[in-house]
């Protein structure tokens, strides 16, 4: 028989071949007459349905009565429990039958009356007879013979049908079943009910009826993220112009009927509305009536999603558009790129809308599709720009959400191995080795610095021929040589950083002149024997150098010095452990902390004391020439020496000139120094404070806990040994302007030693350390190249006058100002000399009298101004003849004078610098400063006119300068960060230096307008809107400048509302790309909740509050300090992440900085203060944490075994 019944006549008739060919289609165990014979037998059973559902009902009417009297007879007691309604009945239909059954004899009734029992009886007996079988499953081969009806229904339910709409297992219902039987077979025993959807539930009344969006809604956040269109008035559509071009709103109206109107009338009167004063909708409420549905069901999800649609793909296709035209522009396809993540936030929507457990899928999911699609773009661009570096290093950086870390790493390697002649390349991986974690060691990371290093020295040689050299590569080599020493630092490992720039010395300077012309790879296999031979390195007593060691080698050895050469004091090592009762984690920070202070020198035997490298008691101290090898480059050009020595003096905590030091370009790496966001604070010296700028980096020797003191003021006894000598040995080797900077930075050393202690307010250690700090600089001045240096004048005046000693600071400054001669305005270092010596007398005029001066002609700070025009100066200070109003109109006279002329000269040297044929002699930018001159000027105008004089001068000058500034440097960026990096250090860019000294002169004065204004608000009355409008201004511009940041937070600090402040704080942060706004940002927040929490503590609880309590501060605080981590300079800051887990400890969320600080070890696993952090905030995991140290190969001096030893001891 056909499997199909309804068509079993077709099939019969069909002929036999065609039968034969549809063989497989026929069931032969199917019957058509058993398929008729149960059609047949299922209307006769729906009939009798229908018939024992009316005898059932006339059977109910008639025994209702027998019923109750049955009930009345047998005591029916109701039960306490409440039941539902329809189990009450089921149980009277239970009852009911029973009574019935059992009086139907005696009562003589209907004798042919059906009960129920009996019908069931039936059927389980017809059953029985009919499939004997049919109740159980079994397969057909197990029947001995054929049976009529060989099938079974399974009633056994499945649960995944009951709850799963589908099969799948993953849908979740939405509906409730309504009946007992199997699903699917009997429509009149069950019943399906649908749920609501989610958006009929959330509308009010349950009407149906669409309700307003809120506006956190997606389609409205939709909308917010789109670019808004033109808005399109009421008075534009009719093509007149009655609102005026200059109208700032929008006319609103009810509807487009209204708007065309005419008259503009709200609406018809009528009955319901006489007036005319009530809109359609109004009217029709009065009357009874409702609007139509259709229009408003319509918009919901639909219109506003219609509205903001072509907004987005607009976008789209105009982004595509250009990339068909333009395909070789690759900062296109990184724009393209990077929009994704702005069309995905509109489309999928931003995270405050995507909150909950619900949604954490979906935005999973939305996330990889963005990032796939994305990497897809970068695929497409790399295809048609195969050489382009920027777009390799954007789709590595999509792939790091993607891809495994081994296949990431295998990508990186085979991209630096295409590119070895790219240098930014280099950069970017060496980021990503270094902050690999899971691959991260210390050893690894410094042999990929030297295969760095190497690959680039073959390059830039030509010993590469694949690849040529590009511009530039030797000054990325530098930054990447620097990088690798602070890495080196951070990690604990001072001792090889210390040697590597003590091999590059004997390296750079020091080189024989037999081996100048050979590659530096032949250069560096000459170098190793003088490393390995034992002989006193640069900074070490009885140095001579590799050039020097050569000689003597072929003349036949080298002569060993005599031991009273070397004859040192030997002292007693202090106890290390000083107090036993500290805890174990506190003894071994402080331990810890004290060798790193003590021994960053690199270990060497002592051969006048027969000592051997086996003598040595931690063989980490010795470096092996393996380990800085690789590393050395070769420096041909003068400037690029200078930056080197001046980066060494750095590293060793020495402060030097921004604009020569060049800072490196990914600074925030090594920022890592609460100093950096405090300085300025001191409100005894407002206006000079700010003269030493705090780079924020560690020192080698001070890697400490984040709130951690300094051992020593400078570095310990050793290692100023080391400094004299590294000055005693490198000086006579450089030209006379070279050796003048690292002259400045020396005595600016002993100054800053000296301002330490001052902060730190220990007497006795100020004393020793003046004695010490004066006798250095004066024996600097007695050199004869330093004799007539009115800088190094200058910073020794400033010296004695910290040390308390005014009238020989006095003295010094008379004779250096009579040293400048004549030449008056037109020095800028004499200018200088007078605006420091006139600011300090202002502050001590502030301090003793308590403000302003009643008569300015006596004043020590204008007569120094004053004597400055003249060009007369004389030795004799002070003069006790006052000045005349004669000589101050005159002074102000040449003040305006000379600074026009130099503002005309500075634009003319700056927009023609090929007349400048001494531009590499003005290292100091001496035709470019202008801080001298300006401010002597504004500070004359501020002690003789006003503050408002003062501050036009700054104004004026200021101005010029920046709008200079921006013509130098337009808004045109390269195409790609490489592009950018090489047209930085090319040689066509050849105003460079001059453009960094200028806009280090805008940046200077912009600090001395605000510290001099910020000082008159707090001895005068003046209005803190201009300091404010004056601050927003030079940031906008200068947005890295930490004076200037400090600055305005103690200004905003004094009001009670922060809402300006954050608002300022997020336009900055937005633009800028910098890391130190969003420092500053988060400081602010941090001192407005530390006022907040002392007014609260301070005050009774029923007291009124000097300042207004303010909530949620601690979650806006995380909330920048996580905005400020997904950045990817704020990932790889250590000073962020550690301030992030200080914050969160000082909350009591001890269990989340735990969790950030693992975090945190995943971007900057080299940090060792990160490390020293983790101990003193979560002592109970010392064990893991050194462990972790151990692993990860970074400096342990101090190993837990010891710490054990030295405690029990």
């Known amino acids: 028989m056909a499997l199909f019944p309804a068509f079993a006549d077709v099939e019969i008739n069909r002929v036999e071949d065609s039968s034969k060919e549809l063989d497989w289609l026929n069931n032969k165990s199917f019957q058509c007459g058993d398929a008729l014979s149960i059609h047949s037998r299922f209307l006769a059973n729906t009939n009798e349905t229908v018939t024992k559902k009316q005898t059932s009902a006339d059977r109910d009417a008639s025994s209702l009565e027998g019923v109750k009297s049955e009930e009345d007879r047998e005591g029916y007691v109701p039960q306490r429990k409440k039941k539902k309604k329809h189990e009450k009945k089921k149980k009277r239909k239970k009852k009911h039958k029973k009574k019935s059954g059992k009086y139907s004899d005696s009562s003589g009734s209907d004798s042919d009356t059906i009960y129920p029992s009996d019908l069931k009886k039936e059927e389980e007996a017809e059953r029985k007879k009919v499939a004997s079988l049919a109740t159980s499953f079994c397969w057909l081969d197990d029947f001995e013979s054929t049976t009529e009806l060989p099938f079974c229904v399974y009633r056994k339910p499945d649960p995944a049908n009951w709850t799963y709409k589908s099969l799948y297992r993953g849908d979740v219902t939405r509906y409730k079943r309504k009946g007992s039987s199997c699903l699917g077979l009997n429509a009149q025993a069950q019943g399906v009910s649908w749920e609501e959807s989610e958006k009929n539930k959330k509308q009010k009344g349950g009407d149906g009826k669409h309700t307003a969006d809120r506006y956190f809604s997606r389609s409205n956040q939709q909308l917010l993220r789109s670019e808004p269109p033109n808005p399109v008035t009421a008075a534009s559509l009719d093509g007149s112009d009655a609102f005026g071009p200059a109208s700032s709103f929008i006319p609103l109206s009810d509807n487009d009927t209204e708007i065309k109107g005419p008259a503009g ?25 409702g609007q139509q549905e259709q229009q408003t069901q319509q918009k919901p999800e639909t219109q506003k999603d219609v509205e903001s649609a072509p907004l987005l793909s607009g976008r789209t296709e105009e982004f595509n558009r250009r990339l068909r035209e333009e395909p070789t522009d690759t900062q296109l396809w990184i724009q393209f790129i990077r929009y994704q993540d702005e069309l995905s936030a509109a489309v999928f929507g931003g995270e405050e809308e995507q909150q909950g457990s619900e949604s954490a899928e979906h935005r999973k999911s939305s996330y990889k599709a963005v990032m796939e699609k994305k990497l897809s773009i970068a695929d497409r661009a790399i295809a048609t720009n195969p050489t382009c570096i920027a777009l390799h290093l954007e789709r590595l950086r999509i792939c790091q959400e993607l891809w495994e870390p081994a296949v990431l790493a295998k990508e990186w390697k085979k991209l630096v191995f295409l590119h070895p002649n790219s240098a930014p390349l280099w950069k970017e991986y060496l980021l990503f080795t270094q902050s690999y974690f899971s691959n991260f060691t210390v050893s690894k990371v410094n042999s990929a610095y030297g295969k760095c290093l190497s690959t680039l020295s073959a390059v830039s040689d030509g010993s590469m021929l694949s690849h040529p050299a590009l511009p530039g590569t030797e000054e990325d080599m530098l930054d990447i040589f620097i990088q690798q020493c602070h890495f080196l630092r951070q990690a604990g490992h001072a001792e090889k950083a210390i040697s590597l720039f003590q091999a590059m010395l004997d390296f750079t300077f020091y080189k024989p002149d037999s081996v100048q012309k050979l590659s530096t790879k032949q250069q560096v296999e000459f170098f190793e024997p003088f490393w390995d031979s034992g002989e006193a390195r640069v900074g070490e007593l009885g140095a001579r150098g590799w050039k020097a060691w050569m000689h003597q080698q072929e003349r036949g050895g080298w002569l060993q010095p005599s031991a009273e050469e070397e004859d040192e004091e030997e002292e007693e090592d202090d106890e290390e452990v000083k107090d036993r009762s ?122 400490v806990t984040l709130q951690g003191t300094r051992k020593w003021m400078g570095l310990e006894k050793q290692g100023e040994k080391f400094v004299t000598n590294v000055f005693s040995m490198v000086q006579p080797m450089l030209p006379p302007l070279h050796r003048s900077c690292l002259t400045l930075s020396w005595i600016q050393y002993e100054k800053l030693k000296v301002l330490r202690c001052l902060r730190s307010g220990n007497k006795k250690r100020l004393r020793i350390q003046g004695k010490s700090s004066k006798r250095v600089a004066k024996r600097l001045l007695k050199e004869p190249d330093n004799r007539s240096s009115l800088v190094l004048w200058r910073e020794y005046a400033h010296l004695e006058w910290m040390l308390g000693n005014l009238d020989e600071a006095r003295k010094v400054f008379s004779t250096a100002t009579a040293m400048g001669g004549s030449k008056g305005l037109s020095s800028p270092t004499l200018s200088e000399l007078c605006l420091l010596w006139a600011q300090l007398e202002v502050e001590e005029a502030a301090a003793e009298q308590g403000g302003w001066l009643a008569d300015v002609t006596t004043s020590p700070a204008v007569c120094v101004l004053s004597r400055l025009t003249d060009g007369t100066t004389s030795s004799s200070f ?282 945190a070890l995943q971007n900057i696993p080299w940090t060792k203060g990160l490390y020293m952090d983790a101990v003193q905030l979560f002592p109970e995991h010392l064990q893991e944490f050194v462990d972790l140290m151990t692993e990860k190969e970074l400096r342990l001096r101090l190993p837990l075994e010891e710490l054990d030893i030295l405690l029990e001891d």
């Not at 319901?272 to 359609?280: E, F, K, M, T």
């Not at 604009?659 to 490196?664: I, T």
Request: aromatic letters at 8%.
């Open 265 to 289: 009338v709200r609406g018809q009167s009528s009955s319901v509305n006489p007036l005319g004063v009530y809109d359609s909708s109004t009217a029709l409420w009065l009357q009874g009536k």
């Open 582 to 703: 500290q805890p174990r984690w506190a003894v071994w920070l402080d331990v810890e902390s004290s060798r790193e202070a003590a021994q960053w020198l690199p270990w060497r035997p002592d051969k006048a004391k027969g000592q051997s490298e086996e003598d040595c008691e931690d063989p980490d101290r010795q470096v092996l020439f393996d380990d800085i090898g690789p590393s050395l480059i070769r420096l041909s050009s003068p400037e690029l020496q200078l930056r080197f020595l001046l980066h060494f003096l750095s590293f060793l905590g020495l402060p030097v000139d921004p604009v020569l030091f060049a800072a490196p370009c990914q600074p925030g790496l090594i920022l890592e120094n609460l100093s950096f966001l405090t300085q300025g604070n001191e409100l005894r010296h407002p206006l000079t404070s700010c003269d030493i700028p705090d780079p924020g980096v560690n020192s080698v020797g001070h890697t």
């Open 878 to 1159: 002070p003069s006790s003849q006052p000045l005349s109003t004669v000589s101050i109109l005159k002074a102000r006279k040449s003040y305006e004078q000379a600074l026009t002329a130099s503002l005309t000269a500075l634009e003319q040297n700056l927009q023609n610098p090929q007349s400048n044929k001494k531009g590499q002699e003005d290292l100091h930018g001496e035709k470019l400063r202008m801080r001298g001159l300006v401010g002597c000027y504004a500070l004359f105008q501020y002690l003789t006119v006003s503050i408002q004089a003062a501050n036009a001068v700054y104004s004026q000058a200021r101005d010029r300068m920046e709008e200079l500034h921006r013509t130098l440097t337009p808004d045109e960026q390269p195409k790609s960060k490489t592009e950018a990096d090489h047209a930085e250090s090319s040689p066509a860019a050849a105003p460079r230096l001059s453009i960094s000294r200028l806009a280090a002169e805008c940046e200077a004065l912009a600090v001395q307008q605000a510290a001099l204004l910020k000082h008159h608000s707090s001895v005068g009355v003046f209005p803190l809107a201009t300091l404010r409008h004056m601050l927003t201004s030079a940031l906008s511009a200068w947005s890295c400048s930490a004076p200037l940041w400090s600055i305005y937070i103690q200004v905003e600090n004094r009001y009670h509302c922060a809402g300006r402040a954050r608002r300022f704080f997020q336009s900055v942060t937005r633009e800028a790309s910098s890391l130190v706004p969003r420092l500053f940002a988060i400081v602010a927040e941090q001192q407005r909740k530390q006022l907040v929490d002392a007014a609260q503590r301070s005050c009774c609880r029923y007291d009124p509050l000097s300042v207004l309590p303010e909530n949620g501060l601690s979650n806006r605080i995380r909330g920048l300090f996580e905005s400020a981590t997904a950045t990817e300079m704020g990932a790889h800051c250590p000073l962020l992440w550690r301030m992030y887990i200080h914050f969160l400890v000082s909350e009591g969320k001890v269990h989340q900085a735990k969790g950030i600080f693992y975090k």
